[in-house]
């Protein structure tokens, strides 16, 4: 499995005492790349749970598998089908 996500933004995020969540009393750090909430976990993670092998992507909250991947030089990745050597 493995996913395709966007950021809009490149510079690091400092936690400190003031990100700890007052009722868990921990800080919940996103590793999905879902999260409305980023850098922090949102519970996003929940629709990935039943992902299979392929590549994916969401949408406005909607999965969808990619197929393949054409980049700007025009090299093109398929994902899901078995490679021969």
């Given at each position: 499995?493995?996913?395709?996500?966007?950021?809009e933004?490149?510079?690091?995020?400092?936690?400190?005492?003031?990100?700890?969540?007052?009722?868990?009393?921990?800080?919940?750090v996103c590793?999905?790349?879902?999260?409305?909430?980023?850098?922090?976990?949102?519970?996003?993670?929940?629709?990935?749970?039943?992902?299979?092998?392929?590549?994916y992507?969401?949408?406005?909250?909607?999965?969808?598998?990619?197929?393949?991947?054409?980049f700007?030089?025009g090299?093109?990745?398929?994902?899901?089908?078995?490679?021969?050597?």
């Amino acid at each position: 499995m493995a996913r395709h996500v966007s950021r809009e933004k490149q510079s690091p995020r400092y936690l400190d005492e003031e990100d700890i969540d007052p009722e868990k009393g921990d800080i919940a750090v996103c590793r999905c790349g879902l999260s409305d909430d980023h850098p922090f976990c949102d519970g996003s993670h929940r629709r990935t749970e039943d992902e299979g092998d392929g590549v994916y992507c969401y949408v406005d909250g909607e999965r969808r598998e990619i197929a393949s991947v054409t980049f700007a030089d025009g090299e093109t990745v398929e994902y899901g089908e078995e490679k021969s050597d």
